[in-house]
């Protein structure tokens, strides 16, 4: 029974026991009994109105709250749907402790989440996504077009890029051998860069390239898209139905 509920069914049955039955115990048992009150709780709230005198529970003591209802108020507003915070940081201005501002955030539904990827456009870009948005709608609807797929991968001059490589199996870390335990990096490490573009009808000509950094536009528009995905469209597909 919540505490409301019991305060009140005290002071009705305290009430009816001085009013009413005029001190008479077994008619105030009675008539409470009609409201399916259990017979012990009727007979300890007047044994507990005998002897204290006192209606209702006493004020509640133990240690008080480290952060009272306005300073949750606060705390809400001031990290609620906010990036940039660190708790660390917003312990000392409430004077408690960051485990403490991290349970309080918990327990009012206040979750952490990591910041999701997501495209960065620019203003002509979202003024261009309706239209060609209902260009494709009306192109996959109809089912007439060629899809042509393309992309390049990374692939490092090093051993450490097969997944057995990653680890190693010992009975003492202190005597394997180095080259066995550690993982030598570079900065720039070289890497090979492959591309190529895929459909339904074949595969374009693969461009391989040892470099040390990522491909550069200019690169990517000579050697992978002019001189190798334009002529395997031109080859294979009609341009009018092309989607890249």
């Not at 870009?125 to 991968?153: C, G, V, W, Y």
């Amino acid at each position: 029974m919540a505490r409301i509920n019991r305060e009140q069914l005290q002071k009705r049955v305290v009430q009816h026991y001085i009013n009413v039955a005029n001190k008479q115990k077994q008619v105030t048992v009675n008539h409470f009994l009609q409201e399916k009150i259990p017979r012990q709780t009727i007979y300890s709230i007047i044994r507990k109105y005998e002897e204290s005198g006192y209606i209702g529970d006493k004020p509640r003591s133990g240690r008080p709250k480290k952060l009272s209802r306005g300073q949750l108020t606060r705390l809400k507003r001031l990290v609620n749907k906010k990036t940039g915070i660190s708790l660390r940081r917003l312990a000392p201005r409430f004077k408690v402790s960051y485990q403490t501002i991290s349970n309080r955030l918990k327990a009012m539904g206040i979750k952490y989440y990591k910041k999701q990827r997501a495209p960065k456009y620019t203003d002509k870009q979202l003024e261009e996504i309706p239209t060609r948005a209902r260009r494709l709608h009306r192109m996959l609807s109809n089912n007439d077009f060629e899809l042509i797929m393309d992309d390049e991968k990374y692939f490092l001059l090093q051993d450490q890029s097969v997944p057995t490589n990653r680890g190693f199996y010992t009975s003492d870390k202190r005597t394997t051998a180095l080259q066995v335990k550690f993982k030598r990096t570079q900065k720039f490490e070289p890497k090979i860069l492959v591309w190529i573009a895929i459909s339904e009808k074949g595969i374009s000509k693969p461009f391989f390239s040892k470099q040390k950094q990522a491909v550069s536009q200019t690169t990517y528009l000579n050697q992978c898209i002019i001189q190798r995905l334009m002529p395997f469209v031109t080859s294979y597909h009609n341009k009018e139905k092309v989607l890249f």
